[in-house]
């Protein structure tokens, strides 16, 4: 990328002159998609971000939330999300790791201390070995990674759909714990104070990351864009959170910045640009590793494990002895000034960049493009025999286990961690506060690739019903935005169609955005990828504990919120994992007219001493929801011919999200407490015995806990 012919006049019609070298590479870099968002801010406002719980909402490093107090101190969250999709596409390892260390680093500059990470990933179709390359290096890059700096990651996903061939995504999610009193932010106070970089060395590696995350990938990114990607160090973080927490301790810093995007120049100029204020940096004083360095490679250089603070004049020698015992290094660079002075960097005793913060951070003019509703194709919907359709669907590598993923992550560090992996949603406990936090994220490209608007909102609902599903209420949310190139008008359409419906669900839910990411260019030589929202949602209650997703063996199994199955509308396949194996198109399925009511009912019922179990049902339907609800020692026998119409076969495979399966003692009283909300059908019973026995139009499936476990070990199978 280079500066383009508008924004060059743009810029110098501002500053008066031509930009120097080092200024046109961070115009460039700041006023990329990836940074200025120029393509999506526009539609961003669709967003509530509004909330008695929020804090602090969007335009800092991470989201800052209050949590419910039951049996303790007031406590805060901060949630963050962020993508590292190109650098995950050049290198799997490093690009994965990369964007964990990333994330964090964001949670420590809000003052907080990381506590949990999401991850959620999109490849290519699964039988592919270049999918199955990225794959296994994505997460072995964020096990590392996680595992280094002793922070769980408890929960996530992962999506195989043919158009991530060229671009895969990366999508991470971490949640900070803080003590209110020890909140800082990214917004510059005082003239007079130093700006102190702590961390590692500054070198030549990630150069240019943030242009590079604005342009579509070509053929030979591999090779070519190697030197945009960063390499991380796992060790050197670790020390960096802790040095963090030691600098808090002591109420050293008044503001601070991760150095992610943009390098050393994003942090800085933002930073001064919240505050209002100006700016001197030399750039001779960065420490580095690499000799030689020019001001442009160290404004911008994207090396790991380095944060910027703000710091009083007389606490810059306690900085740096703490910067001295966790071995990191330390170097004070420069200081705020007045406002309504520049920013300004010099080097070698020359000024090579001068200019207003708040135009380098906010001047980049937004795009406005044209756009239109993606082309939909029409195909009949093939009939499959019902066993042949349960043995794939079921086995699909979207659908089945991904214990292959998770037990490569240290998920217990910290013992917070109440419900494992695997589950609907992981939940922390948070005892300060006494405060379960339940922790979900993800998306559906099958969903939103068969309607951008409605699947996105599918996405929403299903990541509020997954922790309802653990007596958790919804309480707040970031999110990710993934999509192709925007110029393209169909892709915009789409990415529009995302955003919009996201939003009005979280809005229909009371759940406010506080917080989030655009990655769009995710477009390569075998297309755009589909369109993608990336939620990630926390959900509270009292106390850890929360109803298991197995089966106990011991009662009744309700469905609640099927409208299929109570006979109120024809199952629609639309998005569905049976069209993405058997072809064929359906509209997609109605959603709830009243999603808060039914959620927060969801996590009432989940809450009460009757209810043994409690799943979501939504990818794969009810058949991949069963399945997952047996094991060696419970068993179910379901009954679903109850609905007159000639579709029945298909109620086992309809997505439709706000859907959960119960075991209770008390039917009676889960019908009551849904009573005017959501329909509840009555499955079966669970029994003590290892099979699934399903019942459809009189076709009868019988299954072990054996065989269901071989269907649903294909990830694990291929890849051991």
Not at 27 to 53: I, K, M, V
Not at 254 to 273: M, T, Y
Not at 494 to 522: K, Q, T
Not at 647 to 656: A, D, I, P, S, Y
Request: glycine share 10%; net charge negative.
């Amino acid at each position: 990328m280079s500066l383009s012919d508008s924004d060059h006049e743009l810029v110098v019609e501002e500053i008066g002159r031509e930009p120097t070298r080092a200024e046109a590479a961070l115009f460039e870099n700041l006023w990329s998609e990836h940074c200025a968002y120029r393509s999506s801010r526009p539609l961003l406002t669709a967003f509530d971000s509004e909330g008695d719980q929020v804090v602090i909402g969007p335009g800092d490093d991470a989201a800052v939330v209050s949590l419910p107090t039951y049996d303790g101190d007031e406590m805060y969250i901060t949630l963050g999300v962020e993508s590292h999709n190109h650098p995950s596409y050049v290198d799997p390892f490093d690009g994965a790791a990369t964007g964990v260390g990333g994330i964090v680093r964001d949670t420590l500059s809000m003052g907080a201390y990381p506590i949990a990470l999401a991850d959620c990933l999109y490849f290519g179709e699964f039988e592919r070995e270049h999918s199955q390359y990225l794959f296994e290096g994505v997460v072995e890059g964020i096990s590392h990674y996680g595992n280094c700096i002793g922070v769980p990651t408890v929960t996530g996903s992962v999506a195989f759909h043919e158009d991530y061939e060229g671009n895969p995504l990366v999508n991470v999610s971490c949640i900070g714990l803080l003590e209110p009193e020890r909140t800082i932010t990214a917004e510059a106070q005082e003239p007079g104070n130093k700006l102190v970089l702590v961390g590692n060395a500054t070198g030549r590696d990630g150069l240019g990351g943030a242009s590079f995350a604005s342009e579509d990938l070509a053929e030979d990114a591999e090779t070519e864009d190697r030197p945009a990607v960063q390499v991380g160090d796992p060790y050197a973080e670790k020390l960096l959170i802790e040095c963090n927490e030691a600098l808090l301790d002591e109420a050293l810093v008044e503001s601070a910045r991760d150095l992610g995007a943009a390098g050393l120049g994003g942090a800085s100029s933002e930073l001064v640009a919240k505050g209002g204020l100006g700016a001197r940096i030399e750039l001779d004083r960065v420490h580095e590793r690499e000799p030689n360095m020019n001001a442009m490679e160290y404004l911008l250089a994207e090396s790991q494990e380095r944060m910027v603070y703000e710091v009083a004049p007389e606490n810059v020698d306690r900085v740096a002895e703490l910067a001295e015992r966790y071995e990191l290094g330390c170097s004070v660079i420069g200081e705020l000034t007045e406002a309504g002075t520049n920013y300004v960097c010099t080097f070698d005793g020359e000024t090579v960049v001068d200019v207003d913060a708040h135009f380098l951070g906010e001047g980049a003019p937004m795009n406005d493009l044209p756009s239109e509703a993606p082309p939909m194709q029409e195909r009949d919907l093939p009939t499959m025999d019902l066993g042949a359709a349960f043995d794939r669907i079921v086995a699909s590598p979207n659908t089945a286990s991904k214990r292959w993923v998770y037990r490569q992550y240290d998920h217990e560090v910290q013992v917070r961690t109440s419900v494992l992996p695997g589950d609907d949603a992981a939940v922390l406990a948070v005892r300060e506060s006494g405060t379960g936090l339940a922790f979900s994220a993800g998306a559906d490209p099958n969903w939103t690739d068969a309607a951008p608007y409605d699947g996105a909102r599918a996405v929403a609902l299903e990541n509020a019903t997954n922790v309802a599903a653990k007596g958790a209420l919804p309480h707040a949310a970031v999110d990710c935005l993934n999509g192709g190139n925007p110029e393209k008008p169909d892709v915009y359409g789409g990415f529009e169609g995302i955003v919009d419906g996201l939003a009005d669900m979280c809005s229909e839910l009371d759940v406010p955005v506080v917080g989030g990411n655009v990655s769009l260019y995710n477009d390569s030589n075998t297309g755009p990828i589909p369109p993608t929202p990336t939620l990630a949602l926390v959900g509270v209650k009292e106390g850890y504990d929360a109803p298991p997703m197995e089966l106990a063996g011991e009662g009744t199994l309700l469905v609640v919120g099927d409208t299929a199955l109570d006979g109120g509308t024809d199952p629609r396949l639309g998005g569905s994992e049976y069209t993405a194996l058997f072809g064929g198109t359906d509209a997609f399925p109605e959603l709830p007219a009243d999603p808060n009511t039914l959620v927060r009912t969801i996590a009432e019922v989940a809450d009460e001493d009757h209810v043994l179990a409690s799943h979501d049902v939504s990818h794969g339907g009810l058949a991949v929801a069963l399945a997952e609800m047996v094991h060696d020692d419970a068993g179910a026998s379901v009954d679903i011919d109850t609905v007159d119409r000639g579709t029945r076969k298909r109620l086992l495979f309809h997505e439709q999200p706000g859907r959960v399966v119960f075991e209770t003692t008390d039917p009676a009283a889960v019908r009551e407490a849904f009573d005017g909300v959501a329909p509840v059908t009555e499955l079966g019973e669970a029994d003590g015995s290892n099979h699934l026995e399903i019942t459809v139009d009189g076709d009868r499936l019988h299954y072990d806990a054996a065989d269901i476990a071989e269907l649903r070990d294909t990830i694990e199978d291929e890849l051991a």
